[in-house]
Structures are given as C-alpha cells and as structure tokens.
C-alpha cells in the first residue's frame, strides 16, 4: 500500500507561484508512474502532468502551456509540481497519484488526499 501525502498548496495572487509536494512511502517509489490530477468546484477531476519511473519522461496538459513543471526526486520519494503564471482558473484541489502503468486513460493505483490551490484575482 502506497501512502501520498501532498503540500505545499495555499493562497497566490494571479501571475503568483507556487510548488506543490508529494510525499510517498509504503512502496518502491521508483516503480510508479506519478501524476498530478485537480478538480474545481463543480467539475470533475481532471489531468495536469504525469512523470514517468526514472524521470526522463513528462507529459502535460494543453492548458498548462509552459506554465508547470512536473519532477521528481526518487531518493526522497517526493514528486513535485511547480507552478508559475497562475490564473483563477487554476483554481482547484491538487491531486498525486501513482500507478504502475497508469497509462492514457490515467487508470493510477494509488490517490493523496489533495491540497487547495487558490489563485485571487
């Protein structure tokens, strides 16, 4: 069983920045896919950047833009989402997942408990 615990959330004026934790532990850290999932009031969950085991490789939403950047650190069990030029719209519960072959259809394995990211115009 893998535990996900994120921080790092809070309140940015738009333009702000902000970089959100992910600590895990219970499992083989490097032998998960990780994720970064948010939902807004009133709509449902949706996918924001993905990483995969070693690294080397990072997939992100349209609207990210250059804007966040998803990372890892395998020797501390942490992945991390920085976030820069954030908008209203960014506004949300930010998610962690892992999974082991999560896939396209970001079927993860294992969920946090999620931090409030609230960006004030």
């Known amino acids: 069983q893998v535990r996900l615990v994120e921080s790092g959330g809070g309140l940015v004026q738009t333009g702000g920045s902000l970089r959100l934790s992910c600590a895990a532990s219970g499992g083989t850290f490097n032998g998960y896919v990780m994720g970064w999932f948010r939902q807004a009031p009133g709509k449902e969950r949706e996918f924001v950047a993905t990483?995969?085991?070693?690294?080397?490789?990072?997939y992100y939403a349209g609207f990210v833009k250059g804007r966040f950047t998803i990372s890892r650190d395998n020797a501390k069990n942490t992945v991390y989402l920085q976030m820069n030029s954030l908008k209203p719209e960014d506004t949300a519960v930010y998610y962690c997942a892992a999974g082991i072959r999560p896939g396209a259809t970001h079927k993860y394995d294992y969920w946090g408990q999620g931090t409030q990211v609230t960006v004030s115009s």
């Open positions: 990483i995969n085991q070693s690294g080397g490789s990072t």
